[in-house]
């Protein structure tokens, strides 16, 4: 049986059959025409702040909008529809689309909030990694393409097993307002200890070239 046939489960996945280009790999591809459809109709439901979820977000209590810490340039929240517990999303406060639109002191506070993001993360469920990153634009895979947003994914050996696939579903161990609970009462001590970790890689001579040897 064709591959792609046998992952899509459907004829309207094979290509053999058509002229089109490419170079054969090692790959299978998983077809996934809803993901799409998803991302259009994001980038439709929102024309501007007033209706963008990430500039609504912040005027709700931390409970409603499941916001995690709030900073004084970017806030951080959980993911409604999480790839795995844990899952973070970092904003910016301001309606800004591209990771180059950022002030200097928002580009700080949106890389240090990821960083304490991760701590608390590992504080909180030790993860095994983690997938950080960011869809720019409607081409770029992002769902609400005009707001700039970092997603901060915990991963676990086992974590991208079958149920996604034959089954369309996430086997969430934890509800959203325990995470929320979870990582919102940690969030101060786990700052606290990346400052402090900070602190220390400062004093490492190792940790920066000195003047004159570069």
Sequence with gaps: MDQ???VAGGADAETDDFPLAGVPDAFQRLWNPHRIAYMRRGQDQVSGAEDCPFCVGPRRSDD????VHRGHHCYVLLNLYP????HLLVCPYRHVPDLTDLTLAESQEFIRLSQV?????RTVAAPGGFN???NQGKDGGAGISAHLHQHVVPRWGGDGNFLPIIAQTKNMAQTLGETHRMLHDVWDDAA???AEQQARSERDPRARVEEGEA
Excluded: K
């Design 4 to 6: 792609e046939r046998d």
């Design 64 to 67: 409603e909008s499941l916001i």
């Design 83 to 86: 790839y795995n517990p844990g």
């Design 117 to 121: 993001a991760m701590v608390a993360l």
């Design 132 to 134: 950080l990153g960011l």
């Design 192 to 194: 606290h200890s990346f």
